[in-house]
């Protein structure tokens, strides 16, 4: 599969639009320089808005001052990665001609162009995920285990926690039920997955040691997650549950007559310590990216208990958010006070990939035996993934950057190669071809 040409095109869709709208560039960008000057979070402060994986990628380029369309271009060279390392992942299971088309409609599908001209986690992620992918179909496929590749998974997966913190209770969800699988069947690709996450979270203990030592809270990936619930929770029928920028609408509007303010000004000024919420004399010198500095363990606790009672006292409301939620990571829609893209940017490829997948679901009439022995632990970990997201503001860039499994998943042709182990294809052997139980891990 020649694949330069698709460098290029990545590399011309990011000088083209690289002059979008920043987004949390400069967030992302803070974190860097922050980890060159020896820490994390802000000196004196526990703002941890998200992990430290794609500041540590972006830390080289900050040492030397790189000009910002380089680290942009960074992700016209990860993306085209993610296509060579999906095409790799096909040939485990389809002919080179196949794996071929395949892997050219993963390189274009187009929403993973949204935020490839921004310096933003979903272009790395994606890359991550095809990484892990890729290992972790060698890792379960292969008639022993392979400590390095053991391990090579397990940093993948590592590493994917610290870029997108939700992996890391993915992770720990993984460990529990691959745990009580193994228990039960004593099957080896259960001890692989228990394995494989087990030391995924093993490798992240010395951010979650760090992030204890500032918040004092046990297993804390970041601080943002209580305001992602908070709006996700919101009992108000005009707001859907995406997630919304209260401090920035307060700014261009601090009066009664905004309807954030009177609907959450006295719960933001009590998390932020403000006097009072329409006055806004706190943010007229004061720029976002240093406002949301004061966002720490304790702001993060206010919005998370907000959110639970307001889940408590709206059920009905909070699934309707939930049902949102599901929507707009498919097809970006509904939001709140904003109008939507138009279809045919998520929705069109979306719902052309389910398509996809329904077809080959009621094409497979495998049974356990012949199905690959990978797909259920992999297909577990997204599953986990996909309803974590779910419960809290998501978008579509939450959901795409795990299309590489369901682009893998709706395109095997012939589930019952999977068992065998040199990669080749082939008839699966039978049951016990699955079930390597005294392999050292």
């Known amino acids: ?152 998974t397990a940093f993948l997966l590592a590493y994917l926690a610290l870029t997108k913190v939700l992996f890391g209770y993915v992770l720990l969800v ?59 929770a919101t009992p108000h029928e005009e707001e859907k549950g995406d997630w919304i920028n209260y401090l920035i609408s307060a700014k261009n509007d601090p009066t009664e007559a905004n309807p954030l303010i009177r609907r959450h000004g006295e719960l933001f000024s009590e998390a932020f310590g403000f006097e009072d919420p329409t006055t806004n004399n706190y943010y007229v010198d004061e720029p976002w990216h240093e406002m949301v500095l004061r966002l720490d363990a304790r702001q993060d606790a206010v919005f998370f208990d907000a959110a639970l009672e307001n889940i408590a006292d709206h059920p009905g409301k909070f699934a309707r958010n939930w049902s949102h939620n599901v929507q707009r990571m498919l097809i970006d829609a509904p939001y709140s006070y904003r109008e939507s893209l138009p279809f045919w940017k998520f929705g069109v490829p979306n719902t052309l990939l389910i398509l996809l997948i329904l077809r080959g679901i009621s094409r497979r009439r495998e049974s356990p035996w012949t199905r690959p022995r990978e797909l259920a632990p992999i297909a577990v970990f997204v599953a986990t993934y996909l309803a974590g997201t779910s419960l809290v503001s998501a978008y579509p860039r939450q959901f795409y950057v795990v299309i590489p499994f369901f682009a893998w998943w709706a395109t095997l042709r012939s589930c019952a190669t999977a068992h065998n182990g040199d990669g080749k294809g082939g008839t699966a052997p039978g049951p016990a071809a699955g079930d390597h139980r005294h392999d050292s891990p």
């Open 174 to 232: 993984v460990v529990a039920i691959g745990l009580v699988a193994w228990l039960v069947s004593r099957r080896d690709v259960h001890r692989r997955a228990l394995f494989a996450s087990g030391l995924a979270l093993v490798l992240c203990l010395p951010y979650l040691v760090y992030t204890f030592s500032i918040t004092g809270k046990a297993f804390c990936w970041a601080t943002s997650g209580g305001m992602q619930l908070y709006w996700m």
């Open 1 to 152: 599969m020649k694949t330069l040409p698709l460098l290029v095109f990545y590399v011309v869709i990011v000088l083209v639009r690289h002059d979008v709208f920043p987004k949390d560039e400069i967030t992302y960008l803070a974190y860097a320089a922050n980890l060159l000057a020896g820490h994390y979070a802000p000196t004196g402060s526990e703002f941890l808005w998200c992990g430290p994986g794609y500041p540590l990628l972006l830390a080289p380029f900050v040492a030397v001052g790189a000009p910002l369309i380089w680290i942009k271009l960074l992700n016209a060279v990860l993306l085209w990665g993610a296509v060579l390392l999906f095409h790799r992942t096909l040939l485990l299971y389809e002919s080179p001609r196949r794996a071929g088309w395949i892997a050219l409609a993963f390189a274009l599908y187009w929403p993973f162009f949204d935020q490839m001209p921004r310096v933003m986690t979903e272009v790395f992620t994606v890359f991550l995920v095809t990484a892990s992918l890729h290992s972790a179909c060698h890792l379960f496929r292969a008639d022993s285990t392979s400590r390095a590749r053991l391990f090579v």
